[in-house]
């Protein structure tokens, strides 16, 4: 976006749909995503995991505690295991039945469709079955990578340096920007042939932060946004690519870039 003059206003951000938007559905669900979809989400985001015998499936938390009405640890667990968990009756009767996705439906779910999937790499070594899987749909111009872990980040560039990539990064509570600044540099330095998409969570995003990144030819894509005053104001910061679990908040919002 950086071709685009600074103040040109847009008729909406890039949306993207924190676990599908579970500010209206159980997270990382199908029902979710589908939701999320119909919605108008630019990008629908996820949580890449690995079961005990080697599938990968979608699921934020290590442990199936939260979401499900299951017990343990997603890697202590088989697929069978997993596929038996309810993933929707916690969060209301009307969601009963959802299962816990598998990696390859979330895929086949979107393929073709006008939506980028935005995958997290939240275990660590799942990047080369990862992009294997996306390759095997034939979807790497669809899907955007992400990471906290670097080590992912650098083996999926490694793989396939087509595919665009995000390096996650948390600067803690409370973080200067200065400190802000100091990460984005470093991600920099490792992320030379990579996508230049960045996040930033916690508190508040300042414009000034935000034009470092638009000059770098960065994204400026953060997370998450749940609070509909903050959210504005960090659109007026420069934010263009929200990460948000309310994705219904977003579809007609002109903001300027
Ligand atoms: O998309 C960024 C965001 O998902 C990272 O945080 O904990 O929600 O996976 P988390
Ligand atoms: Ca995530």
Same mark, same amino acid.
């Given at each position: 976006?950086?071709?685009?003059?600074?103040?040109?206003?847009?008729?909406?951000?890039?949306?993207?749909?924190?676990?599908?938007?579970?500010?209206?559905?159980?997270?990382?669900?199908?029902?979710?995503?589908?939701?999320?979809?119909?919605?108008?989400?630019?990008?629908?985001?996820?949580?890449?995991?690995?079961?005990?015998?080697?599938?990968?499936?979608?699921?934020?938390?290590?442990?199936?505690?939260?979401?499900?009405?299951?017990?343990?640890?997603?890697? /202590?667990?088989? #697929?069978? =295991?997993?596929?038996? *968990?309810?993933?929707? !009756? &916690?969060?209301?009767?009307?969601?009963?039945?959802?299962?816990?996705?598998?990696?390859?439906?979330?895929?086949?779910?979107?393929?073709?469709?006008?939506?980028?999937?935005?995958?997290?790499?939240?275990?660590?070594?799942?990047?080369?079955?990862?992009?294997?899987?996306?390759?095997?749909?034939?979807?790497? /111009?669809?899907? #955007?990578? =992400?990471?906290?872990? *670097?080590?992912?980040? !650098? &083996?999926?560039?490694?793989?396939?340096?087509?595919?665009?990539?995000?390096?996650?990064?948390?600067?803690?509570?409370?973080?200067?920007?200065?400190?802000?600044?100091?990460?984005?540099?470093?991600?920099?330095?490792?992320?030379?042939?990579?996508?230049?998409?960045?996040?930033?969570?916690?508190?508040?995003?300042?414009?000034?932060?935000?034009?470092?990144?638009?000059?770098?030819?960065?994204?400026?894509?953060?997370?998450?946004?749940?609070?509909?005053?903050?959210?504005?104001?960090?659109?007026?910061?420069?934010?263009?690519?929200?990460?948000?679990?309310?994705?219904?908040?977003?579809?007609?919002?002109?903001?300027?870039?």
């Amino acid at each position: 976006y950086s071709q685009y003059p600074e103040n040109t206003i847009v008729q909406r951000p890039i949306v993207a749909a924190h676990r599908g938007v579970p500010s209206l559905a159980p997270e990382n669900t199908m029902a979710g995503y589908q939701l999320a979809y119909e919605l108008g989400a630019d990008l629908i985001e996820t949580d890449v995991q690995r079961t005990k015998d080697g599938h990968l499936i979608i699921m934020h938390d290590y442990t199936v505690d939260r979401t499900t009405n299951g017990t343990g640890n997603v890697a /202590d667990l088989t #697929l069978e =295991q997993i596929r038996a *968990l309810d993933a929707g !009756i &916690k969060y209301g009767p009307e969601f009963a039945g959802e299962k816990v996705p598998t990696f390859r439906e979330y895929l086949q779910a979107f393929k073709g469709k006008d939506v980028v999937l935005l995958v997290e790499l939240k275990a660590t070594d799942v990047a080369e079955q990862t992009m294997k899987e996306i390759e095997e749909e034939g979807m790497t /111009d669809q899907v #955007l990578i =992400q990471s906290f872990h *670097l080590g992912e980040i !650098i &083996k999926s560039d490694e793989v396939n340096p087509q595919v665009g990539i995000g390096y996650l990064f948390s600067a803690g509570v409370p973080a200067t920007t200065d400190a802000k600044l100091k990460n984005a540099q470093q991600m920099l330095n490792y992320a030379s042939g990579m996508n230049a998409t960045l996040n930033a969570s916690y508190g508040s995003i300042s414009k000034e932060f935000t034009t470092y990144m638009r000059q770098r030819g960065m994204m400026n894509m953060h997370w998450t946004f749940r609070n509909e005053q903050h959210l504005g104001n960090q659109l007026e910061q420069g934010v263009i690519g929200p990460i948000t679990d309310y994705t219904q908040w977003l579809t007609d919002v002109p903001i300027r870039l």
